[in-house]
């Protein structure tokens, strides 16, 4: 995968610095980074915040062509990451609101309860009912820098718990994965999804196109899953993620054959019918009932995980409806050279 | 003892399905295997599911009004 387009003068800063040799980063890169928490917003929704992350990221993944693998580990990168994680972290936090009764043994019920079908901005009712192909692929698109790594970021958190929510991690880990098959990760179900709507399935294919709000759908996950501190967050995440996504994947499901979606295309989608029904009980009862009542100092963190997690699909969701009512695209587009 | 099968477990989850595991074999009620294609199935024990037998997360629909799908 190549180096994406920057989106400003951090990811400028930061793309001409990894295209040479691992060592200290410029001073105009650190003085960049320095300065976020004055010159970011909402660094959830900051183009130039979430291309560079994204980028710090991918080092840890399938890494860049041209990108020495030194960068990893390099220190003074780090730094550049811990700066713009800690602009995004302070974002994700502002917004997230603690239920003040809340109990730990009640985590399970509240996340079943919180995460449920429902998706903001009528984003699912609009894909079961009124989109069109193109607004398929579009959406498909989006989740691609996620779907063609779906699982990876949770599989950080495997060695960071230990007991009953361990098990229940792998569980469905192993499962995400296709049980150990070849061919049938869910990752490769989404690679032929996108095969079958006509789309490159190789990974960061649109990265240009793909819009900051989407990014940091990916860019949570991997914050949480690459930090200890944040174990129960990533948890949080995952329960999130697999609560209500059985109603929700069908809805998805029969919106693409509405729209001439062929069996195939549509497998993705419905392997998560069957499976994620399985698994939001797994996730919200085994392990984060679980990870609740061993690691008690750390039940909020959970609970912080998954709040920021639909928070984030939040954003994401009422970015594409705002643009599809505007009857525009929910991409970006892209330079013209 | 490597061949012995392991036992059928279900768990039975409030409000939501059982998750059944195991050795077991899911038939109509004309002793009709049904395959369900994977190991560790979800049963639906509210009524509500358009899958049936299986889950499909439907039991979400029940109590709140989801107003806003």
């Known amino acids: ?337 | 003892m490597s061949d012995e099968q392991p036992p059928v477990e279900i768990t039975v989850y409030e409000n939501g399905p059982a998750v059944i595991r195991g050795a077991y074999r899911l038939q109509d009620k004309d002793r009709e295997e049904i395959d369900p294609g994977r190991e560790t199935i979800a049963l639906c024990r509210c009524g509500l599911s358009a899958l049936k037998p299986f889950c499909d997360g439907n039991h979400a629909l029940r109590g709140a009004a989801r107003s806003a799908l």
């Open chain 1, 1 to 337: 995968m190549r180096l994406p387009a920057p989106r400003g003068p951090v990811s400028t800063a930061l793309f001409a610095c990894l295209s040479g040799e691992p060592g200290p980063v410029p001073s105009r890169l650190t003085e960049l980074v320095d300065a976020l928490p004055e010159t970011t917003a909402d660094a959830r929704s900051d183009e130039d915040v979430q291309i560079s992350l994204w980028t710090c990221y991918g080092l840890a993944y399938d890494g860049f062509e041209g990108v020495d693998e030194g960068w990893e580990w390099q220190p003074s990168l780090l730094a550049v990451r811990g700066a713009l994680e800690a602009v995004f972290e302070r974002d994700l936090l502002a917004d997230v609101r603690m239920p003040e009764d809340l109990s730990p043994e009640q985590v399970p019920a509240f996340l079943m309860d919180l995460c449920g079908p429902s998706t903001p901005a009528g984003l699912l009712k609009f894909m079961h009912q009124n989109a069109t192909l193109g607004q398929f692929k579009e959406m498909v698109i989006h989740r691609s820098i996620d779907g063609l790594h779906e699982a990876d970021a949770h599989t950080w958190a495997i060695p960071r718990v230990t007991g009953r929510a361990k098990s229940a991690l792998i569980e469905i880990q192993a499962d995400e994965y296709g049980g150990g098959m070849p061919g049938r990760s869910h990752s490769d179900l989404y690679a032929i999804l996108m095969t079958e709507l006509d789309l490159d399935p190789e990974y960061g294919a649109y990265i240009d196109q793909i819009p900051a709000a989407s990014l940091s759908i990916h860019t949570l996950r991997s914050m949480f899953g690459l930090h200890h501190r944040w174990r129960g967050g990533i948890l949080g995440n995952l329960a999130a993620t697999e609560i209500g996504s059985s109603f929700i994947n069908r809805r998805f499901s029969e919106g693409l054959a509405r729209v001439g979606g062929s069996k195939k295309a549509r497998w993705f989608y419905d392997e998560h019918i069957l499976a994620d029904a399985v698994h939001e009980q797994l996730a919200a009862h085994d392990m984060c009932g679980a990870f609740v009542a061993d690691y008690p100092a750390e039940w909020e963190r959970l609970v912080i995980g998954a709040l920021a997690t639909l928070n984030i699909r939040g954003l994401f969701a009422g970015s594409i409806v705002e643009a599809w009512a505007a009857e525009g695209t929910s991409l970006r587009a892209l330079a013209t050279v």
